[in-house]
């Protein structure tokens, strides 16, 4: 287990926790051309699963609030949003569902996204369509994944065809919890697959792998995730601050 103690004894020996000015910065390289540009009366969707999801009250339906955006990364962006571009009168909603793999995305796709009409969709989806193949059953494999995913996307574009997209990379942090070696290489792919996604449709792509990578040269795993999948508090404001250099 990755533990704060071991890895306090660690950075004590080798000086890890010395420099570390920016973990964000330090993991996506991302050219200003190449960021969303947000515009008035602009509307963001957030989709995904649990993770997005965040204990949200299902029954809101009132964008912009609290009980809509859940406990994560989402609330916590949102905010960002709110507050940093307030004169451009944002509307923010959270669709995503706990449990959640990208058929079932598509199942809820009309009412949770479509009808929306949403100028800017972010989507984070691939975990479950992992795990759930070790953990529950589920049948699907990596291409079902590459397959539904870029089925769901085309469909999206031929309703809302001048739709900003932000994908965002499937993230596990070995060592905590449910995350063990028995992940990999397999689901190394899965990322791969989001990543080349995103660029076959010039989404912008969030490496969050990468930028969970770095926060563990400032504190260990356990610190940014409480099972190696869903985000702690700390982890939150990683995902959070990462997303926001999606956007300008």
Known sequence: MNTRRDFLKTAAIGGA?????????????????????????DIILFQGDSITDAGRDKNTKTPNTSP?????????????????????????????????????????????????????LSILI??????????????????????????????????????KLIIGEPFAVTGVK???????????????????????FKAVFIPYQKVFDEAQKRAPGVYWTHDGVHASLAGARLMANAWMEAVK
């Open 17 to 41: 926790m010395l420099s570390i000015p920016n973990i964000v910065a330090s993991a996506m390289s991302m050219p200003q051309a190449s960021k969303i540009s947000l515009q008035k009366d």
């Open 68 to 120: 809509m955006m859940g406990s994560g990364y989402v609330m916590q962006a949102a905010g960002g949003l709110l507050f940093k571009y307030a004169e451009k009168n944002l509307t923010i909603y959270n669709r995503g569902i706990s449990g959640n793999k990208v058929y079932q995305l598509s199942e809820r796709w009309d009412a949770d996204c479509i009808e929306i009409k949403p100028n800017v």
């Open 126 to 163: 691939g975990v479950n369509d992992f795990w759930h193949t070790k953990t529950g059953g589920y049948k699907g494999t990596l291409k079902t994944y590459e397959d539904d995913f870029r089925a769901l996307i085309k469909r999206t574009l031929a309703a809302l065809p001048s739709v």
């Open 178 to 200: 449910a995350v063990d070696d028995t992940w990999y290489p397999e689901f190394d792919k899965y990322r791969e697959a989001a990543k080349n996604l995103a660029d076959e």
